[in-house]
């Protein structure tokens, strides 16, 4: 068996076998291969797919290239939500400690986000002190003794797909299906849950870009879930608008504490109840969904979520000071005004632009060693639907290279489009598969 036979043969559309899957996965993963070759690899099956047979191969192989957490012991229902990805998206910060507090355990394995996606890691590390290079026994017993847990994928956790997903970022693959779908399921293999949601964006502020495509993409999860002895459900949400107010790290951790404490934006709230519909619904088999989202919001107003953060904070080591008082989150140098230069009435935001902008403040990484600025980002004043007038503000822009100000700052206008018609907001949430 040799890489040069299993490109030829999937180059040729043929399909691969559970061995041709692993040998790739092991060689690639110990470098055996070269990245022209795993690259070529990639490009093919982006052109021509996988079966779902060849897709449950590579999740199971990708996650057998490092540790499997076995959680059987502490709980049936161990719970994993996981999103694909959208500007402003800080839903799993906030649904992770809702479903614990509930007295449902939550296993979280993430890495570290890359372009316009702020990881959960990237967020959680902006409170000093956190960690989640933390040792799987660590991370069991979070979970077993608080309900709640976060570990970061490193060299331990399913490194093939790490290197994979890095990979695909850099020969523009991102969006193949199949990939995504393999490369989701091995991280949940990986981590032992056994319910999990899936919050599939569509939409110009991710690489899903129709509600179609995610569509297919939740069929197939939770198809191979079901071959996997795993219970998915996804909702497929919106994503053509930043979602709440804040894009950057600092800046989205702040909203984050903020919505635990019930100051919560409308669009964001309705994504969180919805999730946690869906997990009430896998693992209590509640099928009165209005009632779920009914609970979830009762469990955020009631602070019990922001106590179950807290102590997640301060097990794996950061300061619950800052969550306390979100003003010592550092603050970048210059915070300026957008300004509209028309009156209207908010029409479009496009999430897409807003996260380019935020990366050439120095919000995002472009490359897995890249910096970022904890303290940049855009914070929108106005939202789809609401009315503006010329010299209002329409978003303030945080940086700390004030050269950068101006570039920005047409750019951010061009990416809200006004109308003089009244514009009706539409939900988020496109449609729930399970």
Do not use: W
């Not at 599939?200 to 071959?227: F, H, M, P, S, W």
């Not at 109308?419 to 939900?427: A, F, I």
């Amino acid at each position: 068996m040799d890489i040069k036979t299993i490109i030829q043969k999937k180059r040729n559309k043929a399909e691969l076998t559970k061995d041709e899957i692993k040998y790739f996965v092991s060689k690639y993963s110990k470098d055996e291969i070269t990245e022209a070759q795993a690259g070529a690899l990639l490009s093919y099956i982006y052109i021509n797919g996988l079966t779902e047979t060849e897709i449950i191969n590579l999740s199971i192989a990708m996650a057998e290239s490092g540790t499997i957490i076995d959680l059987s012991d502490i709980s049936p229902n161990i719970v994993d939500k996981h999103s694909t990805g959208g500007v402003g998206d800080k839903v799993t910060l906030i649904l992770m400690p809702i479903i614990a507090a509930l007295g449902i355990p939550v296993a979280k394995l993430s890495n570290r986000g890359m372009g316009i996606s702020v990881s959960t890691i990237d967020k959680l590390e902006c409170i000093p002190g956190f960690t989640s290079e933390i040792s799987i026994n660590e991370f069991r017993n979070n979970i077993k003794d608080i309900g709640i847990g976060l570990v970061s994928q490193g060299h331990e956790l399913n490194p093939a797909e790490d290197k994979i997903y890095r990979l695909r970022n850099q020969i523009a693959c991102t969006n193949s299906l199949p990939i995504i779908a393999a490369s989701l399921m091995s991280l949940k293999i990986s981590t032992g849950s056994d319910k999990i949601v899936f919050d599939i964006n569509c939409g110009r502020g991710t690489y899903i870009k129709d509600r179609q495509e995610a569509k297919r993409l939740a069929n197939v999860l939770i198809r191979i879930g079901k071959k996997l002895n795993k219970t998915v459900g996804c909702a497929i949400t919106a994503a053509d608008e930043p979602l709440g107010y804040s894009i950057g790290h600092n800046l989205e951790m702040r909203e984050t504490i903020m919505s635990l404490k019930g100051t919560i934006p409308e669009d964001l709230e309705k994504v969180v109840a919805t999730l946690g519909s869906i997990v009430l619904y896998l693992v209590n088999d509640s099928k009165d969904m209005n009632e779920n989202e009914k609970t979830i919001k009762e469990v955020l107003k009631s602070g019990k979520a922001l106590e179950k953060f807290k102590t997640m904070i301060e097990r794996q080591h950061g300061n619950i000071e800052y969550i306390d008082n979100t003003e010592m989150f550092e603050k970048a140098t210059h915070i300026m005004p957008v300004y509209a230069v028309e009156n209207g009435i908010v029409e479009s935001i496009d999430a897409d632009f807003i996260g380019s902008i935020a990366i050439y403040l120095g919000a995002g990484r472009m490359n897995s060693g890249g910096d970022i600025d904890r303290k940049a980002g855009i914070v929108l004043n106005k939202k789809i639907g609401q009315e503006v007038k010329a010299g209002e503000a329409l978003a303030y822009i945080h940086t700390e290279d004030e050269n950068k100000v101006m570039g920005a700052t047409q750019n951010l206008i061009e990416a809200f489009k006004l109308t003089n018609k009244k514009t009706v907001t539409k939900s988020r949430i496109l449609e729930i598969v399970k």
